[in-house]
């Protein structure tokens, strides 16, 4: 979530570093609006004309690709004016309206796979984008867990080669497969602690991409606090991908 400008630009800048030090493509990824937060009284972050400033200054600023998630489809036409790839959000996977929108703009998109739904449906998924008139290259399917009970997710390692036979580019969701959905009442709980381990079984099992949300200071982030990885272990991190990712 943007929690401010100022703190977009650090991490943008820092994460921009590390990863043109190890030649990893990168795409920086933050909400306007946390739309479905397990309370009212959640933070959302600055709305969607403030947030969409912020995102072109810091699109410019260091400079880097952005992608953020869009919550209705009358938004997508205002936001593919500033993002670079287009997120549909989990909970709204299979919103036809949304692709039908998205197909117009010529842009990437990103689609979290629902935690309701198994990778087999994302076909159908990525067939209404493509059907109305986008591009199959421009599909980015995200796996972000599957809902097998209460309170947790379960990530499914054959959704890897699922979607990577469906023709379509896979990309692991480290930091929300680790949620625990309302775990502590009025906010999600998690376990960072399996976020290197699933990272790396991701790669090795040939994930095209990691999503992995970062922040300063963990204990202090406004949203997803039991998940965000620290930024000052992500380099570390990183070479460790890195290194699995050349040996295969």
Same mark, same amino acid.
């Given at each position: ?5 100022? /703190? ?9 570093? /590390? ?7 990168? &795409?920086?990824?933050? +909400? ?15 709305? @969607? ?5 912020? @995102?072109?200054? $810091?699109?410019? *600023?260091?400079?880097?690709? $952005? ?11 205002? %936001? ?27 842009? &990437? ?35 972000? #867990?599957?809902?097998?009970? =209460? ?18 580019? =896979?990309?692991?969701?480290? !930091?929300?497969?680790?949620? @625990?959905?309302?775990?502590? #009442?009025?906010? *999600?709980?998690? +376990?960072?602690?399996?976020?290197? !381990?699933? %990272? ?8 095209? #991409?990691?999503? $992995? ?9 406004? +949203? ?11 380099? *570390?991190?990183? *070479?460790? &991908? ?7």
């Amino acid at each position: 979530m943007l929690e401010s400008e100022e /703190m977009g630009l650090e991490v943008a800048r820092q994460v921009k570093e /590390m990863t043109k030090k190890h030649e990893v493509f990168y &795409v920086f990824k933050s +909400s306007f609006d946390k739309a479905n937060r397990s309370s009212v009284f959640s933070e959302r972050g600055p709305g @969607l004309e403030k947030g969409l400033q912020w @995102l072109a200054n $810091i699109k410019k *600023s260091v400079p880097i690709p $952005i992608l953020s998630d869009v919550h209705t489809p009358a938004m997508v036409e205002q %936001c593919a004016e500033i993002l670079d790839v287009i997120q549909i959000p989990a909970f709204l996977a299979r919103q036809t309206d949304f692709y039908l929108e998205a197909a117009k703009t010529g842009k &990437v998109i990103n689609i979290k796979k629902g935690q309701f739904m198994s990778p087999y449906e994302m076909e159908n998924v990525a067939n209404k984008f493509v059907q109305s008139g986008g591009k199959q290259e421009n599909v980015l399917i995200t796996e972000r #867990g599957t809902f097998f009970g =209460y309170g947790n997710l379960v990530v499914d390692f054959r959704s890897v080669k699922i979607i990577r036979d469906l023709g379509l580019r =896979y990309v692991y969701d480290a !930091t929300h497969s680790l949620q @625990l959905p309302a775990a502590r #009442g009025d906010r *999600s709980g998690g +376990s960072r602690e399996f976020l290197e !381990t699933l %990272c790396l079984a991701q790669v090795a099992a040939g994930a095209d #991409g990691l999503f $992995i949300e970062t922040h300063p200071d963990v204990a202090r982030a406004l +949203s997803d606090k039991e998940t965000q990885y620290p930024l000052s272990d992500l380099a *570390s991190l990183l *070479s460790r &991908v890195v290194r699995l990712k050349n040996s295969l």
